[in-house]
């Protein structure tokens, strides 16, 4: 815990000075960085173990998914399919699809049913190794464990192709991790880089909003959102692609950079792809390779 060094009396105010806080190294076994729902769930196993841990979070638990997610995003599986170990979805919607908002308060519920062990407002600065394990800074003092879990997730980071760095300054470029609604953006025409599910389902709601589109489309994967009355991922859980294994491939690599489905998740479980954007009025483009000033190649 942190320890405050207390000031001595100022003399000609009466008042006590205000010295620098003092932050005492904490230690534990190990340390989760980021508690959304990768790191509630190690939470969870080690806390099953008897292992002890602190989950360490920048903002609130489920941050991105509070403050990254466009207004209209929801999950692209059925609500059914959430399931961590030791909790799974409670709700009288199971064919429905949260919003992000929804998983937030699902993720915060189970940190409450684990008692997991969370520090809200916690930013870690660096990792580094030492002889006994490792030394965590974060803004609120030291760690030092034997163990680190990195739970920040795999799509922390934006992938911005490197020709966005030769676009004009008059070119508005932003990623979906600031997008929130049409409305929020400059007047004209819109160009999406990317045709998996976030591109297709901004597509669709930039185009609703009577903006022009184009969607660059290199290799992705078009699903139906059902199949003989059944969800695809019904289909995909029951013929086992979900449980297949690194192990159990060829190629674990060529496995990895497979393009993500287009989907949506919707009430209505709309199949949304290349054609119905293409019936909406978007236009759509070939793979994006370079930029010329404002021509894009």
Request: proline fraction near 6%.
């Amino acid at each position: 815990m942190p320890l405050r060094v207390a000031g001595g009396a100022d003399g000609a105010a009466g008042r006590r000075a205000r010295r620098p806080e003092v932050m005492a190294v904490q230690r534990t076994d190990t340390v989760i960085i980021g508690a959304g729902q990768a790191g509630l769930a190690m939470s969870h196993c080690l806390a099953r173990r008897g292992i002890a841990h602190v989950v360490l979070e920048r903002g609130r638990v489920a941050q991105r998914w509070r403050t990254e997610r466009w207004d209209s995003l929801r999950l692209l599986s059925p609500n059914w399919m959430s399931r961590l170990p030791g909790w799974s979805y409670r709700g009288n919607d199971p064919d429905g699809f949260m919003t992000a908002a929804e998983f937030a308060r699902y993720l915060e519920d189970y940190a409450r049913a684990s008692r997991a062990p969370v520090v809200e407002g916690t930013a870690v600065h660096s990792v580094r190794r030492t002889p006994r394990g490792y030394r965590v800074e974060t803004s609120r003092g030291g760690w030092e464990t034997r163990t680190v879990v990195i739970a920040t997730g795999h799509c922390d980071v934006p992938a911005i192709p490197p020709l966005g760095r030769h676009l004009p300054d008059a070119i508005k470029q932003i990623t979906p991790a600031d997008y929130r609604n049409p409305t929020l953006l400059p007047n004209g025409g819109v160009l999406i880089v990317g045709a998996s599910a976030t591109g297709v389902q901004l597509a669709e709601e930039i185009r609703s909003s009577g903006r022009s589109v184009m969607i660059s489309a290199g290799r992705h994967i078009r699903l139906p959102r059902l199949y003989r009355g059944k969800d695809i991922w019904w289909w995909l859980e029951r013929i086992g692609v979900l449980d297949v294994a690194a192990d159990m491939v060829t190629d674990v690599r060529r496995c990895r950079a497979e393009p993500s489905f287009q989907l949506v998740g919707s009430p209505e479980r709309r199949t949304l792809n290349l054609a119905v954007l293409q019936a909406a009025g978007v236009r759509i483009v070939g793979r994006t390779v370079g930029a010329e000033g404002p021509v894009l190649v």
